[in-house]
């Protein structure tokens, strides 16, 4: 099995990370997706974003991810979790993913280049804060990979935010 040790494994766990990225754009969402697994390499969980259906803004796959963990596990568990995610998480989801007591994360693609994909998108105004700006004003340390396969990370996007501002700017 693979395990969250090595850069191969973070790949192929990324991968499903962007399955999961991709499986929620055909849920209505925005093409992001992160799950958590064990220091063994077992998944725990799993989440889309979740924009939709009450267009919930703050509905980011980490986000919701982090808060399902901390329900479930408690933090010294989570210090030997990996949480992989298509994109970098934002200032909001680093904040979950410190609160929740996770301590790995993996990201395909850097935040400052989804800024590039989106713009000041009104469903994604893109918050540029490097993760590991936002751990390292913290108490406890958290490990940082990424980015990893930006390329096929960003492909996830291609197309997308502009789509969607063609269908906010048709009457
Ligand atoms: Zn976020």
């Known amino acids: 099995m693979d395990t969250p040790q090595s850069k191969s494994g973070h790949e192929v766990f990324l991968r499903r990370a962007f399955d999961v990225a991709r ?3 055909t849920h209505g969402n925005q093409p992001f997706g992160a799950f958590l697994v064990n220091a063994a390499g077992e998944v ?3 989440s889309e974003n979740g924009f939709m259906p009450d267009r919930d803004m703050t509905g980011h796959a980490e986000r919701l991810l982090a808060s ?3 329900k479930q596990f408690d933090p010294d568990f989570l210090g030997t979790c990996t949480l992989y ?3 970098e998480p934002c200032a909001m989801c680093s904040g979950a993913i410190y609160w929740a007591g ?3 994360v993996v ?3 850097p935040e400052r280049r989804l800024k590039t994909m989106t713009g000041n998108h009104n469903e994604n105004p893109t918050l540029d804060l490097p993760c590991r700006t936002v751990f390292a004003a913290g108490q406890r340390h958290i490990e940082v990979v990424g980015p990893l ?3 096929d990370a960003a ?5 997308f935010w502009d789509k969607k501002l063609a269908e906010h700017a048709a009457p």
Request: glycine share 12%.
């Open 23 to 25: 499986r929620a754009m």
């Open 44 to 46: 725990l969980l799993e």
């Open 68 to 70: 399902q963990a901390s």
């Open 85 to 87: 995610t298509s994109a």
């Open 102 to 104: 996770i301590g790995r």
């Open 107 to 109: 990201y395909g693609l």
């Open 149 to 151: 396969l930006e390329e």
């Open 155 to 159: 492909a996830i996007h291609d197309g």
